[in-house]
């Protein structure tokens, strides 16, 4: 049983690693957050380059105070509510530090005994110039 | 101790379910590749389908057989120097299930003692076409 554990625990670590190298490796913006407390528990560097500030500073930070206008409560609700509604369509916010509209996609989902939400960011601008480029 | 691991263990399975959420969030194309077999050992639906098969189909599968004209050894060869190197430009790839080209963009990490390729896949058509639209 100690050597099944063992095995398994070192196949964990390799999704361990896996799950960082994919954050970084994506070209997604990606934020991750606890429904809990409402703090980031991990984010990638283009997520933060979105948000207008750098890893370190954004790592443990609220996510309510991130965006203009948005109380805690609130907001948490309205992202948990999108993560688990049909529409397709994300929420459109201020950033507070890079003052710049994102299109915030949540994804609600739990992982051990904690709810998360995995917000995929985009800029609002950009999305805008490359539908308008294509069509 | 047994405590310490046992959170460990907990906090490591909260790894596993966010990269599971995320290779599935991402809009990127991934496989994952072991060096050591040449074989995917995961890959998202947005892989498989730039590949032209499904995921159960194309789980273990040899990713040399994936593409035209492509032998093996000389394959991942050369999937792991591009991943090393400092040039940013992916392969060009024929893709043999769906006969389209691919850009493929390898990053090679290790995890759990064996050499693995994280490679992003896009589709050759479509960057040409953003970059028309854009330009």
Known sequence: AQMALERDYESQREMDTRYRVLM???RDAVVVVSVGTGRIVDLNTAGAHLLG?????????AIAQEFEGRRRGEFLESLTNLAVSD?????????RRSQSRLLVTPT??????????????????KVVAVQDGLS
């Not at 529409?87 to 950033?95: K, N, Q, S, V, Y």
């Not at 992982?111 to 995929?120: M, N, P, Q, W």
């Open 87 to 95: 529409t397709a369509a994300p929420i459109d916010l201020l950033a």
């Open 24 to 26: 970084e490796v994506t």
């Open 108 to 125: 609600v989902f739990r992982a051990a005994g904690e709810r998360l939400l995995l917000c995929r960011l985009e800029s609002a601008a």
């Open 53 to 61: 500030g750098t890893k370190p500073e954004l790592m443990g930070a």
